[in-house]
């Protein structure tokens, strides 16, 4: 009988609501997922996603950043907290620190993150309230791998949603964010079952040829 490669133990870093996190936890429920959830970090003890956690029997921490006395001491209190738990992969999905090089230089290749925007446009905040001030029609979200640059990396999988005229940033938001759970989930599996190949800023992985339907808004 074929064995299964043992799955990689991967750990969430939130800041808040954690949807994203949850979508993770509970794709990661499938025993053929090659990721298991093995660790909840936050950064702000009382951010809602660390309930849900707790809940689900899913290990979780906070790190306070606000009792550190800068970034290095932060991270490294994070970095013990990782290697406790043995983790392999990182997953940021809604943390709002900004990492040090020297951190990120650590988990290269290993650290994925969400980001609400079809990169590379729209980097930083506010991604829907600029896409709908630029009348842009097609909006969405990316999963890549982290770099020192804010919202740079290496892009694994992109989602896009037509952008409505009744649309207001809450309802783009809405929107995008069921893409994000679909696509990150995703971008987390070829990452931890081994089948992403990084050249230069393109990734490439074993997916099936064939192009998935265009999307057009408005319709042709
Ligand atoms: C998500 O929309 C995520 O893409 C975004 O924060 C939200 C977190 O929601 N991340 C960023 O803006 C990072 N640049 P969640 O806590 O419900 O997953």
């Not at 936050?42 to 290990?59: H, I, K, T, Y």
């Amino acid at each position: 009988m074929q064995t299964n490669c043992r799955r990689k133990r991967t750990a969430v870093l939130i800041s808040g609501r954690g949807s994203n996190m949850q979508a993770l936890v509970e794709r990661a429920r499938v025993p053929s997922f090659p990721a298991e959830i093995a660790l909840v970090l936050s950064n702000r003890p009382e951010a809602a996603g660390l309930a849900f956690a707790r809940a689900n029997d899913v290990a979780c921490a906070a790190v306070d950043h606000k009792i550190y006395a800068g970034r290095e001491e932060f991270e490294r209190s994070m970095q013990a907290l990782l290697e406790l738990h043995r983790i392999e992969i990182i997953c940021l999905a809604g943390f709002m620190r900004l990492l040090t090089p020297s951190f990120i230089g650590q988990w290269q290749g290993r650290m994925l993150n969400i980001h609400p925007a079809l990169l590379p446009a729209y980097r930083g905040l506010d991604t829907h309230a600029r896409a709908l001030a630029d009348g842009v029609k097609i909006h969405g979200c990316t999963a890549h791998f982290v770099v020192p640059a804010m919202d740079e990396g290496p892009i694994v999988a992109q989602a896009a949603v037509a952008v409505l005229d009744g649309d207001t940033p809450e309802t783009l938001a809405a929107r995008v964010l069921e893409q994000e759970h679909l696509i990150y989930p995703a971008a987390l599996e070829r990452l931890a079952a081994g089948r992403l190949r990084i050249e230069g800023n393109r990734v490439y992985s074993d997916d099936p040829e064939g192009a998935p339907p265009a999307l057009r808004n408005p319709e042709a």
